[in-house]
């Protein structure tokens, strides 16, 4: 695993099995990540990069603690709704940015459609949220998939 900072990617030690280290601690002994040779790949910055890529590491495991907490169709539901601003963003660009914007809307389609009935309580939302994503698209785009975007034509994909 590596840990980008202001100063560079740095290699981060997993913990291994058997030594006991804490995760996100550097890895005990001369090897590095995965028992290859390398040392400590954070002995090289100094006490303040150091400790800025530890607190680093502990954010990152907290956020992952929380997600591993928090009901899957809850984040499978932000994740959407992501695809969904994706595409409204690029419907709002003058000119619009139709094939960014068809490939955010089928993505998000994608997901709400396949996973169609595991979504929680969200589901309802989801699908409104995709329809009417998918009416402002054919509203701007004129109803063809042809539009503003260059080389938009040659693309010949229908509309999401």
Known sequence: MSLWTPGGEH??????????????????GPEGPGGEPGGDALA???PEERAQAEAMVDEMNEVRRQLAEAPAPVVVANHAMGLYELAAIHLSQQPPHLLEARLAIDAFGALVELLKGRLGPDEVTLTDALTQIRLAFVQL?????TGSDAGQAAAGEGAG
């Open 11 to 28: 290699e981060v030690p997993r913990e291994r099995p058997g030594d006991g280290a804490p995760p996100g601690a550097p890895a005990a």
């Open 44 to 46: 090289d910055l100094s």
């Open 141 to 145: 785009s004129g109803g063809s998939d």
